[in-house]
Nanobody
Framework: QVQLVESGGGLVQAGGSLRLSCAAS????????MAWYRQAPGKQRELVAG???????NYADSVKGRFTISRDNAKNTVYLQMNSLTPEDTAVYYC????????WGQGTQVTVSS
């Protein structure tokens, strides 16, 4: 079965960095677009960054220049390097893949203190 397991969240001060990981299993990871979404309290879930099977990336305007998405197909893992974090980045971050249906990880909490 498809599984997406996120890790790497935590509490960090403004200006700090975190690296999120999402370990995927149950499908041919290298063939699929992967993405990170986030959801802050009281807000809709939003796309943060995505990466195609070929390595092309896309980012939300709010994170461009600060966040970097990457993938390691040998490890079936997608990463999100987050730098220059601000309190506005506080949210639960979810890993995403669209197969015949959408799959989400369980989420990892990122809290940025001011």
């Amino acid at each position: 079965q498809v599984q997406l397991v996120e890790s790497g969240g935590g509490l960090v001060q403004a200006g700090g960095s975190l690296r999120l990981s999402c370990a995927a299993s149950g499908f041919t990871f290298s063939s699929y677009y992967m993405a990170w979404y986030r959801q802050a309290p009281g807000k809709q879930r939003e796309l943060v960054a995505g990466i195609s099977s070929g390595g092309s990336t896309n980012y939300a305007d709010s994170v461009k220049g600060r966040f970097t998405i990457s993938r390691d197909n040998a490890k079936n893992t997608v990463y999100l390097q987050m730098n220059s974090l601000t309190p506005e980045d506080t949210a639960v971050y979810y890993c995403y893949v669209q197969l015949l249906r959408t799959y989400w990880g369980q989420g990892t909490q990122v809290t940025v203190s001011s």
